[in-house]
Structure formats: structure tokens, C-alpha cells
């Protein structure tokens, strides 16, 4: 079975600290996705990546950044995390060639305070 | 990609099939219709996509009008482990990117 883990379940950090959210999958998946989802607004996509150290912004880029070093992992980073960016954080990976079906993890939510 | 229009929410009894429609009138010709679900706490699931047959597999099956503007998922025999939000998609096939909406919440009533 595909498998796609986030370093954390929940997270709590304070305004203006640089947080990290790791992604990493275990099937060789070339393209990976990091989603925000808050109540009424849905999933919304913030970057997405189809290869090592290739990027492209999705549609809430802003206030993010991402890093591709390797091709399992997919790392989210918010360098001054602000309030507006408490929220559910999905990473998710497909592959090239196949169904295209994207294969999500659990989820890490994250408060700002 | 096009835009979909779901119901926000619906109510199916234990055990009748589930019938969960979409309105995709703006699909263009090579577009495919997707179906994801997230289950609470979880993250979405891929069920089903189609192209214009109808298409079943042991999740589900999808209906897609013949016009192509609209289509139904199916749930045959609604357990309560269907309850769960369900997001209809219009994509590209190989496009990468899947705009997800709010779908709709299926609650199944024992």
C-alpha cells in the first residue's frame, strides 16, 4: 500500500517562528502537493512539485515556501508564521503515467497563537 | 478546468445505495470527472474517475450523462463508514493539479 507520512499530527507554534512540515512517501511518486483545508473553503493548493528540486506555486502560495531535495520527501516551511495560517495541512503524492490518483496523508494541524 | 456544483450535504439510510450528484455543465471534451472522499480526521481518498462510460469498481460505480454535464456516484449498500465528505472533480487527465471544492457531506443514518 501507498503510504504518505506527516511528521505531525498537531503542532503549536508561536507568531513569527519558522515552522517545518515534512512529507514523505514511500511508492517513488514523482509529483508530491502540500493542501491547506479550512471549514467552507475546502482543500486549496499552496505548491506542488513534480520532480527533485522543481516547483510550481499552486493557487495560496503566499507566506509559504518549499523544499525538494529528495524524491520522497517534500518539505512545507512558513517562515514567519502568522495567526492566518492556523489551518489543516495535507501532503499528498501521485504518480506520473498511472491513474494520476494523489495519495494523501493523515493531516497535520497546526495553531498559530 | 471546469467548474462542479454539489449538494452540501444528504442523508442516506444504513444499508440503500447513495446516490450523490454533481453538475459539471462547463466540462470540456478531454476532461475526466473525479471522485475523492475524506472520512473525518483523515486524509481524502481516491474512488472512482470516467471519461464519459460509466464506470464501476469495488468502491462504487459513476454515471455520467450521455451530454456529459452531469454525473451521479453511486454507493450501492451506504455503510456507516460512508459517512464522509465527498468531492467531485474536473481535471485534465495527467494535470497534475485537482482543484477540490467543498463537496458534499454524506451522513448515513443507522
Known amino acids: 500500500d501507498v503510504k504518505v507520512t506527516q511528521s505531525s499530527r498537531y503542532l503549536v507554534k508561536r507568531t513569527g517562528e519558522k515552522v517545518f512540515l515534512e512529507c514523505v512517501q514511500d511508492m517513488d511518486h514523482e509529483n508530491m502537493f502540500w493542501y491547506r483545508q479550512d471549514p467552507g473553503l475546502g482543500l486549496r493548493l499552496i505548491y506542488f512539485s513534480y520532480d527533485v528540486k522543481m516547483k510550481e506555486k499552486g493557487d495560496i502560495p503566499e507566506g509559504y515556501s518549499v523544499s525538494r531535495e529528495k524524491k520522497e520527501r517534500f518539505s512545507l516551511i512558513l517562515e514567519s508564521a502568522s495567526t492566518n495560517q492556523t489551518s489543516m495541512y495535507l501532503c499528498?503524492?501521485?504518480?506520473?503515467?498511472?491513474?494520476?490518483?494523489?495519495?494523501f496523508g493523515p493531516g497535520t494541524r497546526l495553531t498559530v497563537t | 478546468d471546469a467548474k462542479t456544483t454539489q449538494p452540501p450535504s444528504m442523508d442516506c439510510a444504513e444499508g440503500r445505495a447513495a446516490n450523490l450528484p454533481c453538475n459539471h455543465s462547463t466540462i470540456s471534451g478531454n476532461e475526466y470527472v473525479y471522485w475523492y472522499r475524506q472520512i473525518h480526521s483523515q486524509g481524502p481518498q481516491y474512488i472512482i474517475h470516467g471519461l464519459k462510460n460509466n464506470e464501476t469498481n469495488e468502491m462504487a460505480s459513476l454515471i455520467i450523462t450521455e451530454d456529459r454535464k452531469s454525473s451521479t456516484l453511486i454507493l450501492p449498500h451506504a455503510t456507516l463508514r460512508d459517512t464522509a465528505v465527498y468531492y467531485c472533480?474536473?481535471?485534465?487527465?495527467?494535470?497534475?493539479?485537482?482543484?477540490f471544492g467543498t463537496g458534499t457531506r454524506l451522513t448515513i443514518i443507522p
Open positions: 499528498a503524492s501521485s504518480n506520473v503515467g498511472g491513474r494520476y490518483e494523489q495519495y
Open positions: 472533480i474536473v481535471s485534465y487527465f495527467g494535470n497534475e493539479k485537482l482543484t
